[in-house]
């Protein structure tokens, strides 16, 4: 990929903060709890990550920033106002540069929202995940319903932009309680939803239960299929329509920071646990840090530097990771670019009987899956990547 290509999908950094309150029984990311956190230790690492990315990627101008978790929303206000400080000294910025935080709706959190506002973030993300009590207990949340809406409203006064998400498929939810769930959603006049089947995944509480046989009520595939089309039909009826698998908005309340990821772009990861891709002298780059938080903390301290693994990525895997990013959104792939990238491309005759089945439908150099298609997005990249 080269510099004017990785432009124009985009350039962003992602900042990892590793500490929740409480681990969520679904959750596989890289996330521990903590009695004590030195948030002046963590400041010092962040910022001299920051400043050895920047001499890597002198002059690229810079769309978004994510502070991601974990729960970032932790984070004291005086900690994201350094790092952004340090950030808009490192990188020329674009006029409309995107800064979202994650956080969690507790009234302790939400009460910093003006803080974080204050600092330079410009759109909250909040981890809501349901409009029922009960089954917030049943996902680990330490907040009610009530005070999430109370923190909704606070969000709406200090920022531009909100998202939230909620996971549906959830123990014993039926199809009409997740309809009135999602219309209640989509009545708070949010701009972005992000909304996600419950993935059992190994590793996790659930998944641990579900092994043993102790996790009842999860709905059947077919229910879950038709709570994935109501999905589709609710928010396309609201204007927020699907512009990736699981995430929905009005026109131009995209995340410009996720975008980044799908298109391909250049984005730098810092903190335990961060994944990024960088295009250093016409080379692609994975790169992955040190995943324990303590660990990373030293690795950085004594001048090693957060990331412990970097691997040159050949064309063959940027061109399968372009078209398997690429499929989730609505928009599709960009066949020319897919090209370019030089690795192998679908076999034509896969590409013709999927588009006769009705699966995908090329548009000009688009290459994108239809509303058939789309829940069956693995499998078709299954057969897209068999050579």
Known sequence: MNAADRQGAGFGLYLHWPYCQ????YCDFNSHVAAEIDQNRWKRAYLDEIRRAGCETPGQTLNSVFFGGGTPSLMS??????????????????NDLEITLEANPTSV?????NGFRDAGVSRISMGIQALNDTDLKRLGRLHTVAEAMTAFDIARNAFDRVSFDLIYARQHQTLAEWRAELTRALSLAVDHLSLYQLTIEDGTAFGDRHHLGRLPGLPSDDLGADMYDLTQDLCEAAGLPA??????????????????????GD????????????TLQQQRYATETEKRPDYWLDQVEQGQGGS???????????????LMMSLRLAEGTDLNRLGEIGGPMPDPN????????????????RLRT????????????RELLTE
């Open 22 to 25: 409480a681990k969520c029984p």
């Open 77 to 94: 206000p005086d900690l994201v106002a350094a790092v952004i400080d340090k950030i808009r000294r490192t990188w020329p910025v674009a």
């Open 109 to 113: 959190e939400s009460h910093k929202f």
């Open 243 to 264: 512009y990736e698998v699981s995430n929905h908005a009005a026109d131009m309340a995209q995340s410009r920071h996720n975008l980044i990821y799908w298109r391909c």
């Open 267 to 278: 984005y730098i990861g810092i903190g335990p646990g961060a994944h990024g891709r960088l």
């Open 308 to 322: 412990t693994l970097r691997s040159a990525l050949s064309p063959e895997e940027q061109a399968q990771e372009y």
């Open 350 to 365: 896969t590409l013709n009987r999927l588009e006769s089945d009705g699966f995908l439908e090329r548009i000009g150099s």
């Open 370 to 381: 239809t509303k058939t298609g789309r829940p069956l997005l693995n499998a078709l990249l």
